[in-house]
Nanobody, 126 residues
Framework: QVQLVESGGGLVQAGGSLRLSCAVS????????MGWFRQAPGKEREFVSG????????YYANSVKGRFTISRDNAKNTAYLQMNSLKPEDTAVYYC???????????????????WGQGTQVTVSS
């Protein structure tokens, strides 16, 4: 069993920054890939960013590329999403997720992920 707990969401003005954290417990953290997704009201859950088990390979949705940075600290069993230059359209509930199938590849599809956090609200005001 793997448990994920997100933190770091909140209300920020456009152009501001937030850092989300995802603390993970239950299995060897470095053995699986991690993803961040978001879901805005009335929209489907969408891929934001992903990172492989080693932390060497990262992936981003085009909408956040150059503004968001994903990272992980395998010693602390924690994944991070640094969000800069936030825009109102970034407003959503953000979820971290663990893909226990693989350490090496990152999926863009929510169905590939085995475990999810509870979500944290990010609101960007204009």
């Amino acid at each position: 069993q793997v448990q994920l707990v997100e933190s770091g969401g909140g209300l920020v003005q456009a152009g501001g920054s937030l850092r989300l954290s995802c603390a993970v417990s239950g299995q060897t953290f470095s053995s699986y890939a991690m993803g961040w997704f978001r879901q805005a009201p009335g929209k489907e859950r969408e891929f934001v960013s992903g990172i492989d088990g080693s932390g060497h390979y990262t992936y981003y949705a085009n909408s956040v590329k150059g503004r968001f940075t994903i990272s992980r600290d395998n010693a602390k069993n924690t994944a991070y999403l640094q969000m800069n230059s936030l825009k109102p359209e970034d407003t959503a509930v953000y979820y971290c997720a663990a893909d226990l199938r693989t350490s090496y590849s990152v999926s863009y599809f929510p169905s590939a992920y085995d475990y999810w956090g509870q979500g944290t609200q990010v609101t960007v005001s204009s």
